[in-house]
């Protein structure tokens, strides 16, 4: 099993949870991938145990691509390192075959906060929203100008804690899918679309990126409203496919 370990951190400790994971610990979160919490003498860390890939991808994450594990801890310390939050990285560990990678998992300390971008569009009177909106589109500003893609910049997937002051802090987490470079000013408004904005976040969201780059708030408004428009009709379109061929492989092994 190869683990990679944070500095500040026991290898012994690591080794401890990743053997008792299965058996013990609070689910955080389960879909595609898993996400369990468990107590380390006083502290507690969060384990993502990744789905076990397909077998073409067994094969790509064994001898040439880094797993999702692996990005995720060195895409959260170069966060880090540009000054951008996300659940401080503790470990990641693969078990691998002669062939194949099996099992994956990616540890971080646990992050207490108080809502998820989520939050923000199912509820429409959520406290403080629209300032909420618009330090989110700031953080989102300021990432792309330090030449971060963050692509699955989804609603689930920014969790933020508020100060005491009425600021807040955002914390990336499900970080496997960025690029790293300069962003065109297209590929910035298009950024925004996997986070299933309403026409009302949307211009509350565009009139404070046009300020912040310096362009025209209607025709900011108008580019992101057509790419987020744009990209939920693809997708509805992807999902009709999707369940029609479903339907017909159904019918045909019937």
Known sequence: MKTVVATAYKSADIQSVLNRIHTEG?????GRNTVKSITVADTKWNIKIF???????KLAYRFFRKSKAQRSFEYAHILLEKGFNTPTPIAYSERRSALF????????EHLDYQLSFRTLKNNPQYPDRSNILQQFTEFTYKLQMSGIHFIDHSPGNTLIVKQNDQSYQFYLVDLNRMNFGSLSYRACIENFTRLSLTDEMIKIIALKYAELCGKDGQAVYADMLNACHTYTAKRAKSTAWKKKLKAL??????
Do not use: M, R
């Open 249 to 254: 492989f159904n019918l045909s092994s019937g």
């Open 101 to 108: 990678l099996l099992d994956s998992y990616y540890i971080t």
């Open 26 to 30: 609070d689910i955080e979160y389960q």
């Open 51 to 57: 789905k076990i890939p397909h077998i073409i991808n």
